[in-house]
């Protein structure tokens, strides 16, 4: 049998495979969607991603295509158990993340794989132990597992260095390896009680692992969700929150996580937050916070706005609540207040970096700014050891949900222009508003941006950056990625340019920034690099998203966002605009090229020149910073 005849084989074994149907069509193998080909044309990979794809992996098929080094199913809808691809001794790359296989993954499950270098198997449902033949791969490089439910402890890799290495949001537990203390933070971020560098030290307590990491009682049942898919859940988690102090009085909340929908990617700096988009508590299951929350008793819940309320501590604790997600800080939930409004609840640990006086007023001051693209802060909770920030509902969920996620909505060219239009309409008021008026967003990105019905965006977690323990802060908060933090300890305005370029360049390519990160190499800044390579290279048009590919009319605009995007994402501050020209320039454009431009455009072929100056095509020296290197 040929090599087609095997592929076509493949195939037709796995359901939904509509988006292969030009399989067959081409004597070129290398024309076929998805086959990846050397430039002399041998075929060596399959790159099935975004496809829909859904079935059993006939492993048994794929081993007779000799050539095959890569096999990649990123993003689709295969579930079950991982398949037995042990026998696919040549595979340097297996490709597996976002899907929704489950399950223990066997310890030998890798055994014999010696030419693996770069495993994939982020946002699936896998429990159990990290299997030990992953650890002992020998020429391991990239290794993703965040985003999966991976209990007990990091075994020891036999690779000592990695390029990609990212263990987040698990539930993983016990002392990290030594031989892992110099990877980022962020990459073992999010686990049930990991310690040890690169986190902090390991207490007497945590060093005494679970003896079993599986749960011992079933899963709650599932609900439908979208897409006809089935829907996947994993187990329940128990928050404990908040010990206070060495009395140790214990606030906790019990948090069910249920609807294990990971209809999405992780954010910056691999945090896991799963995504929910519309959450409402038919869809997903209720959390009676009553009886575990009535210690709370003692802290105060403090409106900061006359215009919002009606409601007190006690209506909170008697609320229903659903868990929106985990991000760095802790949980977010909603809460349906009985008879009131349905309020997000978010809750700050590591926020300790000013008194007691100065945190009320800083409080205040938040809730003096009233403008339509910012989420009211309504209330907050004041303990020592944590506060719980009380926001408003935004009905649409964020707009990392609908850019990366399963559920997402297909978002127009105008509507993108609308949310960063309403972006920067909220952070000019922010700046130009906050009583002081010396105060940076600080931690702008896609899921810090939430969604009305009407996609009229509301910024949220805005100017709490000075609040947050500087350690943490410098870990976690968008502002510490732009790459001049290194040497600062303040995010200011322009680092906040740098953010507004991330979700501009974010939201024009609709590709995830965490995808573009290298490791060490100063947070997001890839995806500014790509961005600009592409477009440096040559115009192929491939830097948009697909959803507005297309877009009649309107792709001179779109490019004049794209180098507004590309000028916020500069390196040199000098030439990094400040966030006055970033806005002004924001707020010319427009849904549609102008008549004379549009026919230039078309005329003359070629958009990107047209938009960009001779110097500005060979600009950014965040382009060439890369390339050195
Ligand atoms: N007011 C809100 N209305 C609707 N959804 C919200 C609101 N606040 C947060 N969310 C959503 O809840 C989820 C979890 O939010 P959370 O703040 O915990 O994570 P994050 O902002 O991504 O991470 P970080 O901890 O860095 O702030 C995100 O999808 C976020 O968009």
Redesign the pocket.
């Known amino acids: 049998e040929t090599a087609d005849q095997i592929l076509i084989r493949f195939r037709n074994s796995l359901t939904n495979h509509s988006a292969l149907d030009n399989w067959g069509n081409d004597p070129n193998l290398c024309n076929w969607s998805g086959l990846l080909c050397h430039p002399d044309q041998t075929f060596y990979g399959l790159k099935l991603e975004h496809m829909g794809l859904g079935g059993e992996v006939d492993v048994d098929t794929l081993l007779e295509l000799t050539n095959l080094t890569s096999f990649s199913i990123i993003n689709n809808t295969f579930e079950g158990p991982m398949p037995d691809f042990k026998k696919l001794v040549r595979l340097s790359g297996l490709f597996l993340s976002n899907n929704d296989f489950s399950g223990e993954i066997p310890d030998d499950a890798f055994d014999g794989m010696r030419k693996l270098k770069r495993v994939f198997l982020a946002e699936n449902g896998f429990i159990g132990h990290i299997p030990k033949s992953l650890a002992n791969l020998p020429r391991l490089l990239d290794l993703d597992l965040h985003g999966n439910s991976f209990g007990g402890n990091i075994p020891e890799f036999q690779v000592k260095s990695f390029r990609k290495f990212n263990l987040s949001h698990n539930q993983l537990e016990g002392q990290i390896p030594k031989s892992l203390s110099n990877q980022d933070p962020s990459s073992v971020a999010g686990n049930k009680a990991l310690c040890g560098p690169p986190l902090s030290p390991c207490t007497n307590n945590d060093k005494t692992p679970n003896k079993s990491i599986i749960p011992s009682t079933p899963p709650p049942p599932s609900t439908p969700v979208g897409k006809g898919k089935k829907n996947h859940y994993i187990l329940v988690t128990v928050i404990v929150v908040g010990a206070v102090v060495a009395l140790s009085s214990i606030v906790a909340f019990l948090f069910i996580h249920s609807h294990r929908r990971k209809s999405l990617q992780p954010?910056i700096l691999g945090?896991k937050?799963k995504?929910?988009k519309n959450?409402n508590l038919k869809e997903s299951q209720s959390v009676d916070i009553t009886r575990d929350f009535k210690k709370a008793d003692d802290g105060e819940l403090n409106f900061v706005r006359d215009d919002r309320g009606g409601f007190d501590l006690q209506d909170l604790l008697r609320a229903s609540a659903v868990v929106?997600?985990?991000?760095?800080?802790g949980?977010?939930y909603?809460a349906m207040i009985l008879n009131g409004p349905g309020v997000?609840v978010?809750r700050f640990r590591h926020m300790n970096n000013v008194g007691k006086q100065e945190f009320f007023d800083h409080m205040r001051k938040l809730g003096s700014l009233t403008h339509p693209n910012l989420?009211p802060l309504v209330a907050f909770y004041y303990k020592k050891e944590e506060k719980f920030l009380v926001?408003?509902?935004?009905e649409n969920?964020?707009l990392?949900?609908h850019l990366h996620g399963r559920n997402g909505s297909v978002l127009s060219w105008p509507t993108r222009l609308k949310i960063i239009k309403g972006v920067a309409r909220g952070l000019a008021y922010m700046y130009e508003n906050f009583p002081g008026n010396k105060l940076p967003h600080g931690?702008l990105?896609s899921?810090?941006v939430?969604l009305d019905h009407s996609f009229e965006p509301y910024l949220?977690?805005y100017g709490l950056v000075s609040l947050i323990n500087k350690d943490h802060a410098k870990h976690?908060m968008a502002a510490y990625k732009a790459p001049e933090m290194a040497q600062y300890d303040r995010p200011n305005k322009k680092s906040d340019v740098w953010c507004l370029g991330i979700l501009i360049l974010e939201l024009l390519t609709g590709k995830f920034p965490a995808n573009y990160l290298r490791h060490g190499k100063g947070g997001n800044a890839d995806l500014a690099t790509w961005v600009g390579s592409v477009v440096r290279e040559e115009w192929t048009g491939e830097v948009f998203d697909k959803d507005i590919m297309g877009t009649r009319n309107g792709e001179g605009e779109m490019l004049k966002l794209l180098r507004i995007g590309m000028y916020c994402c500069e390196w040199n501050l000098e030439s990094r605009w400040d966030w006055k020209e970033a806005l002004a320039k924001i707020e010319e454009l427009k849904e549609r090229d102008s008549e004379d431009e549009y026919s230039s455009y078309v005329s003359e072929g070629d958009l990107y020149s047209r938009i960009m100056t001779e110097d500005e095509f060979s600009f950014s020296t965040t382009i060439e910073k890369f390339q050195n290197e």
């Open positions: 954010l945090q937050v995504f929910k959450a929106l997600g985990t991000g760095s800080f949980s977010t909603k997000v978010k989420l926001y408003e509902f935004g969920g964020c990392a949900s931690h990105k899921s810090n939430v949220t977690e976690f």
